[in-house]
């Protein structure tokens, strides 16, 4: 079921990037990500009212660290969104969204310091070959 959800996810994220940079290319990079936020705030709020998963109960039973870790995820994304659309209106969709999926390399590293994920060398070599083709695509 992950593998479903994670097309599903890869194809959104191909919307994303295209509407992104439509939209950044009139208008000012830090006012897309905000009124994006703000659209989909009511969109996950409204999502979540449908499906009765907002009540007093569920913000109160979120433990303190737990608040903290969402608080930092939510600073980490800000800073993303805000740097992407920006890089959309200076670059090509298809080298600022290459240079974006370094985030992998990244993700799978630090995945395997805090986690203790498996790190073959597999996919060191995957990894690898991911970077060399993202430097391909970036200086062609």
């Known amino acids: 079921m992950w593998f479903l959800y994670a097309i599903l996810s890869s194809i959104s994220w191909c919307f994303v990037t295209i509407f992104g940079k439509l939209a950044s290319q009139r208008v000012d990079p830090n006012m897309v990500t905000t009124i994006r936020s703000l659209l989909m705030t009511f969109m996950l709020v409204s999502s979540a009212v449908f499906f009765k998963q907002l009540t ?74 991911m970077v060399m083709g993202i430097m391909l695509i970036v200086i062609a």
């Open 56 to 129: 007093p109960a569920s913000f109160s039973s979120i433990h303190a660290k737990d608040w903290g870790l969402i608080t930092l995820a939510a600073a980490a994304s800000s800073a993303a969104w805000l740097f992407y659309f920006t890089a959309f209106k200076y670059g090509l969709v298809s080298k600022v969204v290459s240079v974006d999926r370094l985030s992998f390399v990244f993700i799978m590293f630090l995945s395997a310091y805090i986690f203790g994920e498996e790190l073959s060398w597999t996919m060191i070599s995957g990894a690898a070959l």
